[in-house]
C-alpha cells in the first residue's frame, strides 16, 4: 500500500499471505492504515502480526468472525486492536498498544495442547467490556494452558456483563521493577477456577514488582480452589 492513504485491507478465513504485507503508513502518523478480519463460514487463522503484517495502527475483528492468532503476534505502541468478534490467542499476543474487546471474547490458550500467552506490555492496554456488553476473557481452557501476564501495563474489566474468566494463571506485575494494575468495575467480575481436569489457576499481583487489584461498585473476584496472592517477592 502506499503512504498517505487511509489503506483499508480486509482479510477473509482461509486467506493466506507470502511475503511481507505493509500498510503503507507509519504507525503514529496522520494518516491510519487498518488490518480487517472479516467474519465467514469458517474460522480464520493469521500470524505475524507487527513483523510481517506491518504499518496498520487499527485491526478489527468484524462483529461474527472468529479468528485463531498463531505463533508471534505484538501490537506496538500506537496500534488499537478492536475486537467485535471471537479471538482465540493461541501463540504469544504482546499488547503494547491498545485492545478493546467491547462486544466480544478473547481466549487465550483455547484448545487441548495449545499454549497461549498475553501479554500486556508497557503502556499497553487490555480493555474488556462497557456497560451494556457481554464479552469475556478467558485464560486457557479445559486441556490448554493459558498465561495473562500485565507487566507494567493495565488490564481493565469493566462493565455489567463483563468477565475475566480464568483457568490458568493471571499475573499482574510479575518481575522485579514492573508495575501493573487489574481492575474489575461497573459490575464485572473475576472468576478463577482451577476445578478443570488438573489446571491450577492464580490471580498474582505483584509478583517481584508493584501490582494493584482493584474491584468497585460493586464487582466480584471468585475463586474456585484457586488463590489470589498479593505482594509475594
Known amino acids: 500500500f502506499a503512504a498517505g492513504f487511509a489503506n483499508r485491507l480486509i482479510v477473509d478465513p482461509g486467506a493466506t499471505f507470502s511475503g511481507q504485507v505493509d500498510g503503507g503508513n507509519i504507525i503514529g502518523g496522520s494518516v491510519v ?23 496498520f495502527a487499527r485491526i478489527a475483528v468484524d462483529s ?22 471471537t479471538v482465540f490467542a493461541n501463540g504469544v499476543l504482546t499488547d503494547r498498544g491498545r485492545i478493546d474487546s467491547t462486544g466480544g471474547t478473547v481466549i487465550v490458550g483455547s484448545t487441548a495442547g495449545t499454549n497461549g500467552t498475553l501479554t500486556v506490555g508497557a503502556g499497553g492496554t487490555l480493555a474488556i467490556g462497557q456497560a451494556g456488553t457481554n464479552p469475556a476473557l478467558f485464560i486457557g481452557n479445559a486441556g490448554a494452558s493459558g498465561t495473562l501476564a500485565a507487566s507494567t501495563g493495565t488490564v481493565l474489566v469493566t462493565g455489567s456483563g463483563a468477565a475475566l474468566n480464568a483457568y490458568g494463571p493471571v499475573l499482574v506485575a510479575k518481575g522485579t521493577g514492573a508495575s501493573g494494575l487489574l481492575e474489575f468495575a461497573q459490575g464485572a467480575t ?9 489446571i491450577q489457576a492464580a490471580i498474582g499481583i505483584g509478583l517481584n514488582g508493584a501490582g494493584t487489584l482493584v474491584v468497585t461498585d460493586p464487582g466480584s473476584v471468585l475463586t474456585a480452589n484457586g488463590q489470589v496472592v498479593v505482594g509475594r517477592a
Open 33 to 55: 492504515s487498518t488490518l480487517e478480519l472479516a467474519s465467514g463460514a469458517s474460522t480464520g487463522r493469521i500470524g505475524g502480526i507487527g513483523s510481517t503484517i506491518t504499518n
Open 64 to 85: 461474527g468472525a472468529t479468528w485463531v492468532l498463531t505463533g508471534g503476534n505484538s501490537l506496538a505502541a500506537g496500534v488499537t486492536l478492536t475486537n467485535s468478534g
Open 190 to 198: 473475576g472468576q478463577v477456577a482451577s476445578s478443570l481436569e488438573t
